[in-house]
């Protein structure tokens, strides 16, 4: 059975905070396609955990300010 | 479109136009007389030979003509594990079938047909199969 992913993220939104980083920069330093990175904030690709980590790491950000999954924050609370 | 996605286009449009070649030269030598008696061997290698040339051929043109990000990620190896899978399925098919078609005494025509047929779905559904998923997205099981 083919599930949509539930993961949504901002890195959009962390791109254009950070001096409106293109998607083109962002694949560069963490060595993926542009591709890749437009199918990730499209929600279209879940990352491995190592590949989010490099994003969080590029905004210096904790994982979960970059992605988020439904749920998630009541239960940290 | 990254590299791999181009390569995947390349090899479903030579898959298919190599694929419909050799069908239509083996069918129009048919005429009023059985298939198995149509002469098949030298249209079916240059086929198979002629795809692998033009494949190449055409990525190194591709390549030069738009140049591409010579990255290869790890959705780019997923989609490519995803696609081989699909496409694994129609070789052991074929496999199998061409086996039993032997055991049961099939005239070498046919064998070597269902064969070649097999290869050729393997590569059209693995690469349709790799280029849906890059313009949609990777499913979730």
């Not at chain 2, 086996?99 to 269902?114: P, Q, S, T």
């Amino acid at each position: 059975m083919v599930k949509p992913t539930r993961v949504t993220n901002r890195i959009r939104a962390l791109r254009f905070a950070h001096d409106e980083m293109t998607q083109a920069e962002l694949a560069d330093r963490i060595s993926v396609t542009r591709q890749t990175v437009i199918a990730i904030e499209q929600g279209r690709y879940s990352p491995s955990l190592e590949m989010a980590f490099q994003i969080a790491h590029v905004f210096k950000v904790p994982l979960d300010e970059v992605f988020q999954y439904p749920g998630s924050q009541e239960e940290t609370q | 479109m990254t590299l791999e996605e181009r390569r995947a286009w390349i090899r479903l449009i030579v898959s298919v136009a190599a694929y419909g070649g050799y069908a239509f030269v083996v069918l129009s030598r048919a005429g009023d007389r059985p298939l198995a008696e149509v002469p098949y061997g030298a249209a079916l290698l240059w086929s198979v030979g002629g795809a692998i040339l033009a494949t190449i051929a055409l990525e190194v043109v591709v390549a030069a003509a738009r140049p591409a990000s010579l990255v290869k990620d790890e959705r780019d190896r997923e989609i490519g594990r995803l696609g081989d899978h699909v496409g694994q399925a129609f070789v052991v098919i074929g496999a199998v079938a061409a086996m039993l078609m032997a055991i049961a005494g099939w005239d070498r025509f046919w064998i070597a047909n269902v064969i070649y047929v097999c290869f050729a779905l393997s590569s059209v559904l693995g690469n349709v199969a790799k280029v849906i998923v890059y313009r949609r997205s990777l499913p979730q099981w």
